[in-house]
Structure formats: structure tokens, C-alpha cells
């Protein structure tokens, strides 16, 4: 008896391992159908990267409550927002904690794989949730982690995390909040574009300032700005064109530019979008207390930035405006402006600006950009601004997205499919109505309009034969623009096939960035060189 107790129990730990085993399984594993980029893409009907699925009040969307201005960064893969304490309707505490239960619990429903809490204060607060009924049915696990967003290593972390989500169908998205869905998500969801999506450093940065709602006039905030525009994507961290195709939402159709921060670099590569009387705060002039001189000038990319859109753009003429904070007598501050605006004015002079680009001005204290009452607002006060007074007329109406105003390029650039019965061998012709979207290749109702009237037009000459070539602007690394443009090429390809023309009439190469048609230093300019050139073999 005594051995076959011995062996009922040894029977019942094996079992009972195997279930545990079985039963660890079953709660580790994801959802049982995939929840993949279009689900979330329609279930939240996202639009651009300013829409909100949850608004401020943590309303639109029940199933996420709990969460708080809530906005896709990548469809399907990266979310940002906040964590609704504060205007929670039953259960309201403190706006500086993690996400309450339910948020948690709803993300988890959601089938989200990760949430991060961006703040390390009051991380013991955070609820635990290991387990939940997903919305396809499933048990789902969602990962609950507190990490710190101006930690580099920790911002390393969580991009991997966010790259493994966008590579494996299997891995649900990932939330990323702070306390008002702000700043500190707003600033990782910046690095997150520039790393998945190509966003450039100062597209980046007004993403960030549009993201703010309008809380973006801190001085403190410069130092979000500037490691936005600093950070340099990880090699190993790299998505193919076709995924960023899926999950790269685009910025909103129009933005207000009231809201964003312009800075000296716009002056540098937009100044077409820049207003006569623009006020550009040169936030890395910075003055010691009752000091007129800067060390290392040579150094200050302000100054640098101010002599290099001079060069580019010489019909500019900009006031040196000096400031101070309110500490001292009036007089006292008046000189001393003068004496900071001055020396800039002089520093410029002796680096090859003409004078007539220049004139200079000291305030005193009588317009302070930001408040006295704290050390960091003074030292703000201590400022260089440069004031547009005069520069070539041209549409100020966009900021960063300049729209389709091609200037001296309109024109030039104006081609008829006519043309190409007048083409020789050899020659192309630009289809500039084919217009892509940034990291896009899939043909759609606007720019298909074009193809398929070139279509037509072989149909009825059928000795025609043709190269379909594809361009992409400078933006993003040359070997991902040339697969890029082979993919815009093929889909000109495929369309054409599809209207009827047979493939041995056709075929098609991809150029990369190569042979731009217009500056790419300029948005419209980079739209041009997104383009379809198709090159006449026969005829």
C-alpha cells in the first residue's frame, strides 16, 4: 500500500506539472486570431497622427477608458497618450500616477502586448494585471513597465520593443503614456517616427509642439526640442519600406502654425514659410547675469544657422533684438541689451554678413518671452531674438508643409502625355500628376488618373514600348529609396498591365534619389522628386 501511495503521488505531481504547464502556456500566449495593422487601423478610425481616439477627458471610446488623449504613432504597432486620474469619473486621484485599473485592464481587453509608463515617480502605484479576456476571445498578457524617457538606454528599450511589435504579427501593439498625453509621450513617439517612419528633425519637432495642445512655451522645452532633433535611428532597428507603408500614419492636412515653435533652422531651410515681422528666438545664445560677451561663439549653431540663411537667401534683413530679465533699474537693462544685441550684430559683421542685412536694438526688460518669477524663466529673458524685417515676397501661409506652390518650378515641370509622340528614343517624360505620399508606393484614385490616360494612349498606339521609372526625394537612407522607387515603378507597371497593356511592352527600373528636379531642401520641392518619369524605348 505504502508503494502504490508512492506512486498515485508521484503520478499526481506529473500531471499536475503538465496542467500548470499547459494552463503557463495558454495565459503567455497572444490572441487566437491576429488583431493585425487594418483591424486597429478601422476599429479606432484613425486618420493622421493628431487624431484622438480618447480626448482629453479620457471620452470617445469606452473600451480604452481609462487612458487619456490617446493618438496612434504607428497603425496597429505604437499609441501615445496620458493616464486619466484626474478627470476620472469614479475613481479620480492625483494627475502625477501611472495608469488606474481600468486603463490597465482595458488595454489588456484591447489586446495591446505592452504599456510604459514614462515618469519614474510614483511607479508603486501602478496596478498589476498579469491576465485578461481579449476581444477576439482569448486570454491575452499585457506587460506593464515603468521606464524613463530622457533615460538614452531606456529609450533604446522601448524602441525595441516597439520594432518587435511592427515585425511580429503575433505581438499586439504598445501604449505609451505620461500624465497628460504631452510631452514625455509626445517626445518618445518623435523618436519613434524619425526611427520607423523617416520623419526629419524639424518635422519631428513640430509634431512634437502640435502634440502639446498648446502647453509647449516652457524655455524648459528646448531641451525636448533639441534631443528630438539630435537623435540619430538605429541601424538595427530598421523597417522595410512596405511595413512603413502600413503602419506610418501622415501629419494632419493643415496645421496651425500659431502652434508650433519656430526656430532659426526654418529661416535656414523654409524662409518662404516665414512671415515679414517673425520673431525667432535664438535659444542657444544664452548670457551669464550682467554679461555682453558669449564664449565660443563660433560654436553656437544660432549664429551659424543666422549666417547661413543669409548666404542662401541674401535679400533677408533681420534686427539683432537684445533682452534681459526684469533684475536691475530699467537703464541698467536697456544698456545692457544694447551692448548683448551689439555684439551679436558685430560677431556677424566679422563673419562676412553685410551690413545691410542687419540692424540691432536693445529692449531692456519691456518684453519678456517667458516669466520672471522663476530661475529658468530669467535666465530665458537673458535672449537674442532675430525679427524678419524684410525678405523676398513669397506664400507664408504653411510653416513646415508648404503645400503645392512650386514657384519658378511650375511650369518647367507641366508636361502633356501628348509629348511623348514627340519624344526620341531615349527621351522621358514626367507623369507630374503621379504624386506620392512620403514612404508610399500604392497607386490610389488621385494619381491613377494619369496612368490610366497613358494607357489609353498605348492601346491605340501599339508600337509603343516603355520604361516606367521611379524617384523618391532625398529623405531617408539611399538603399531604402531605391527599393522605394523600384516599388512606385511597379506599381505603375502593374496598373498598366491591369488597364490592358501587354507586359512585353513595358518594363521598369527604380533611381533612387537620384536626379532631383527640384530643391530638396523644400517640402514642395521634395513632393516633386516623388515622381514617375516613363522613358519612350519604341515608337
Known sequence: MKVLSIIISLVFIIVFNFCMKAQDSTLSSGPSYDLDVNYYKNRYVETDLMYKIVDNWGNGFDSLYG??????????????????????????????????????????????????????????????????????????????????????????????????????????????????????????????????????????????????????????????????KNFKPYSNFMLYDSVQNKICPPMPEFIDSSQLHISIEHLVIVPEAIPINTVLILNSVKFLPSKTTLSNPDRNEDLKNIIKALEKSPDIVLEIGGHTDRSGNEVTNKKLSESRAKYVYDYLIRKGVSPSNLTSKGYGSSKPAYTNRTRDGRAANRRIEVKVLKKKAESSDKLVDEGESVDPYENKLETSLKDLFDKKIGESLLLNHVVFEPNMFAINDTNSVQIDSLAEIMKYNASIKIEVMGYTDKSGIPEKNLTLSINRAKAVYDRLIEKGIAEDRLFYSGCGDANPVAPNTYRWGRDLNRRIEVVLLEK
Open 67 to 228: 487612458t487619456r488623449n490617446m493618438r496612434p504613432i504607428l497603425h496597429g504597432v505604437a499609441y501615445r497618450g496620458g493616464a486619466n486620474n484626474y478627470y476620472h469619473k469614479t475613481d479620480k486621484r492625483s494627475n502625477s500616477n501611472p495608469l488606474p485599473d481600468d486603463g490597465i485592464e482595458n488595454l489588456c481587453k484591447e489586446g495591446f502586448s505592452h504599456s510604459v509608463y514614462l515618469y519614474r515617480k510614483n511607479w508603486s502605484s501602478a496596478p498589476v494585471l498579469d491576465t485578461c479576456e481579449c476581444v477576439n476571445d482569448d486570454r491575452n498578457v499585457m506587460q506593464y513597465d515603468q521606464f524613463d524617457y530622457f533615460d538614452d538606454q531606456h529609450v533604446h528599450d522601448m524602441l525595441e520593443i516597439v520594432y518587435n511589435s511592427a515585425k511580429d504579427d503575433d505581438i499586439g501593439p504598445v501604449y505609451l503614456h505620461c500624465w497628460n498625453g504631452w510631452h514625455a509621450s509626445g517626445f518618445i513617439s518623435a523618436i519613434i517616427l524619425k526611427q520607423f517612419c523617416g520623419t526629419t528633425d524639424l518635422d519631428a519637432v513640430t509634431y512634437w509642439d502640435l502634440g502639446t495642445d498648446g502647453a509647449n512655451s516652457s524655455p524648459r522645452y528646448n531641451k525636448i526640442r533639441d534631443r528630438i
